[in-house]
């Protein structure tokens, strides 16, 4: 059974940073192309930073590149996004989200098998 848990969510200062986790589990997933995802309040649910099985070629949205950095550890089955410079816009639920064919766009929530529970970010201004 797949179960993927976000952590690492809070409330900081604008300017300021965070670093969210995701700790996956499932043969499903042990190869799976992985993403970061966000919704804010009234809002569609929208890309974040995607990173392939191998890792070797990463892809992010418009409005956090040079600010955000995915990472993974394929031995834990692990997801990391490192947020730094945080603006009160990036205020969302984070999710996390697997794709166990590693298709392409990777922007595409639809193409996401697997997703966690999300973990709230407030930046403040």
């Known amino acids: 059974q797949v179960q993927l848990v976000e952590s690492g969510g809070g409330l900081v200062q604008a300017g300021g940073s965070l670093r969210l986790s995701c700790s996956a589990s499932?043969?499903?997933?042990?190869?799976?192309?992985m993403g970061w995802f966000r919704q804010a309040p009234g809002k569609e649910r929208e890309f974040v930073a995607a990173?392939?099985?191998?890792?070797?070629?990463?892809s992010y949205a418009d409005s956090v590149r040079g600010r955000f950095t995915i990472s993974r550890e394929n031995a834990k089955i692990a997801l990391y996004l490192q947020m730094n410079s945080l603006k009160p816009e990036d205020t969302a639920v984070y999710y996390c989200?697997?794709?166990?064919?590693?298709?392409?766009?990777?922007?595409?929530?639809?193409?996401?098998?697997?997703w966690g529970q999300g973990t709230q970010v407030t930046v403040s201004s």
């Open positions: 989200a697997a794709d166990p064919w590693n298709r392409i766009p990777h922007c595409v929530p639809g193409l996401y098998e697997y």
């Open positions: 499932g043969l499903a997933v042990s190869v799976a192309l």
């Open positions: 990173i392939p099985y191998f890792g070797s070629i990463t």
